[in-house]
DNA sequence: GTCTATACGTAGATAGAC
DNA sequence: GTCTATCTACGTATAGAC
């Protein structure tokens, strides 16, 4: 990675974060589920409701990433957090309700971290770029987050409103864009146009960096996605 | 659409196929199943096994894209069909295999469309414009297709091995990017990411173009998303 | 707020006639 | 090859004690 920007591993454990919820490390949420009773005993001194809560839709999280919502019965969700089919259905009132959470939890989360690695002071380019880079470290640091993102997504029987719930978080990145254009850094590009290139190149950057071991090999990978990027939509040559 | 690009439908309608399974107009297949015994009586004089498995197919498509597979009974499905519950578990093993060879053909209706639109005799750079071309038609021509395709592609419960078996079906266009890079049409850069940021940037315009009418608009995103694509790897200036 | 126990509906898949 | 009828099992959500 880039100079300016930190390891996945410290952003998520060192900086201070807006929420908790689903913010923990693949490892640490697997050991909770994989062992419920340990894990009842080392949050009772932090026992509140709201850890019930966040025990299912981490739990929640990683059974419907690996097995699919279908296949997910709730009892196993409830199992899995540590606690009983009653309490899953005190905290949400229906299984699609606690999926719609779960989405959003994420897409909170996710919009906090792109904020926080912003630097207004930055020119547009430069923030850019570095909003790029952030989100593909959150999308390789997260595969579960990211896989469930997908799932949801792209499931037609869950909740369509949801989705345009989280507008709102990401509407200062479209802000971005539109500065970048009038500024004339970024070509005058349709901005729908110019966002999709975008998001989905890094998208599939992220794919693609995640299937690479750390190092080199993965910034070689961001690093020749950032380039065409920037020849994509850049107004002058590459940078 | 550009010239040398026939209308989608024309392609649908007019152009000889290698299979026909899944290849039916939407609206097509919508009235088959909402009233299945006319299409049994429609399907009468050709009413042969392959009829009905392809009956059930076209069901399971419509009802998985808009249901969702686990929201969707094999009771309805064969219903949809116009056939009961019987017929659909004599063609199909059971609802995974139903679901996989939905995939499966959709997968290779997919890659003879393209093979048929590519025309060697052109060079490189327009064969790649035009097989971009092609499939951005297709996906805006085939939106149950292309939501079964995402729907399949992110469920982790489905089968996985399945994905790989079309592999082979899109080989050749894997070859023809390496053929433009030697011949240096595009940038040298490394084939997993070019092909990527290639595949989709074309996914994203056809979301785009799929929400904005036909004609002069949508022209024109498909236009503007193929000049950022080859600003992006081309080796020279736009074209 | 959390538990146990259970009601109620429904889904996948089979059996056996035609 | 297609049908009807059905078996078995499981999943969601609730009831009511603690």
Not at 21 to 41: C, G, H, M, P, Y
Not at 65 to 90: D, K, M, N, W
Not at 112 to 117: K, M, S, V
Request: glycine content about 8%; overall charge negative.
């Amino acid at each position: 990675m880039p100079p300016g920007y930190c390891d996945p591993r410290r952003t998520a454990e060192g900086l201070p974060r807006p929420r908790r919820l689903l913010d923990k490390t693949d490892e640490a949420a697997r050991e909770d589920a994989d062992d419920a009773a340990a894990e009842r005993v080392t949050m009772a001194d932090t026992g509140t409701s709201d850890d019930t809560r966040e025990k299912i839709l981490r739990s929640a999280l990683r059974l419907f990433t690996t097995q699919g919502f279908h296949a997910t019965p709730t009892a196993q969700i409830s199992r899995g957090a540590g606690v009983s089919t009653g309490a899953l259905f005190h905290h949400f009132t229906d299984k699609a309700t606690l999926t719609s959470e779960v989405y959003l939890a994420i897409k909170r989360e996710m919009a906090a971290d792109l904020r926080e690695g912003d630097d207004m002071a930055l020119p547009v380019r430069k923030r850019i770029t570095g909003g790029i880079r952030r989100y593909i470290e959150w999308g390789v640091s997260h595969p579960e987050e990211r896989a469930f993102l997908n799932l949801f997504y792209h499931s037609p029987n869950i909740c369509d409103a949801v989705k345009d719930r989280t507008y709102a978080d990401f509407r200062w990145l479209h802000d971005l864009c539109a500065e970048a254009v009038a500024e004339g850094v970024i070509r005058d590009v349709p901005h729908p146009v110019l966002f999709t290139v975008i998001v989905r190149t890094a998208d599939g950057i992220v794919d693609l960096a995640a299937a690479v071991p750390p190092g080199t090999a993965r910034e070689e990978v961001v690093d020749a996605g950032l380039a065409v990027i920037w020849h994509g939509i850049g107004a002058e040559g590459p940078g």
